[in-house]
């Protein structure tokens, strides 16, 4: 249980250039995996539309939060409920899943809604101030609320 000293931490990450090179790299290597694979090329094709609806989809969520179910912020308040912003104004309550993964150069959490099901925060150095993503990370370790690798 959070102590109620404990400061609400709002979360409103901004575009992370680190993601985008990430999900560019993913998508790119698993569509040079589609077309690698001993396949006609009309077998190929709707793997590789798979991908780029992948790519489209992650970027539009994760990254432009354009997505009307992507989360534009979220807050912990300070007795340890979660509040999810939704780009669509939609407001959820959350409860942070144990799945979530911490360490000091990504930080993906994990959430379930009882009207929306899962949803995911990424989170990464160049998307959110260092000092508030530094007493995230601290708040989730000393609770053990989070997978630590």
Known sequence: MVEKSLPALRLAPK???TLLIFILASHTGAA???LLLPLEFWLQLPLLLLVVVSLVQAVRTHLWRS????????EWESGGEWTLFAVNGHE???????SSY?????VVLNFSTSRFGRR???LLPDAVD???LRR???????LGNADIV
């Open 136 to 142: 995230l990370r601290v708040r989730l370790r000393l």
């Open 67 to 74: 997505n009307g179910s992507a989360i534009k912020a979220a």
């Open 92 to 98: 959820l309550a959350a409860q942070l899943k144990d």
């Open 120 to 122: 995911t925060l990424i």
């Open 15 to 17: 575009k992370s250039t």
């Open 130 to 132: 260092s000092e508030l």
């Open 102 to 106: 911490v360490q000091p150069w990504l």
């Open 32 to 34: 040079g995996v589609a």
